[in-house]
């Protein structure tokens, strides 16, 4: 995510919002159906996207990283967003 991929990020008082692209499986087929498929080229590959507006609340953001040369570097981290998210989400793991 960055300006140049995502040009309408609009900030909320609790977060912000943007369109989003997501591969067609990754998304519900009445999600895909409602958005359609865009076609990008990626590399010497076009791949199916589906965009979609997403919504990102702060409280719910346990870090931010970028990736150089493979390795993940983190530009912010709250370990107690992590760990409440963490045993938030643990029925649903079971």
């Known amino acids: 995510m960055g300006p140049t991929q995502t ?3 609009d900030l909320t008082d609790e977060g912000f919002v943007c369109t989003a692209f997501f591969q067609p ?4 087929p009445s999600t895909v159906k ?5 076609q990008k080229g990626s ?3 076009v791949v199916d996207l589906v965009p979609n507006r997403l919504e990102v609340k702060l409280v719910d953001v346990r870090v931010v990283a970028e ?3 493979g390795k ?3 530009l912010f981290l709250d370990p107690e967003t992590a760990a409440s998210r963490l045993t938030a989400f643990q029925p ?3």
């Not at 499986?25 to 519900?28: D, E, K, N, R, S």
């Not at 409602?34 to 865009?38: E, K």
């Open 7 to 9: 040009l309408d990020i």
């Open 25 to 28: 499986h990754m998304l519900h």
């Open 34 to 38: 409602a958005n359609g498929i865009l």
């Open 43 to 45: 590399g010497k590959q």
């Open 67 to 69: 990736f150089i040369k």
């Open 72 to 74: 993940q570097h983190e």
């Open 92 to 94: 649903e793991r079971n």
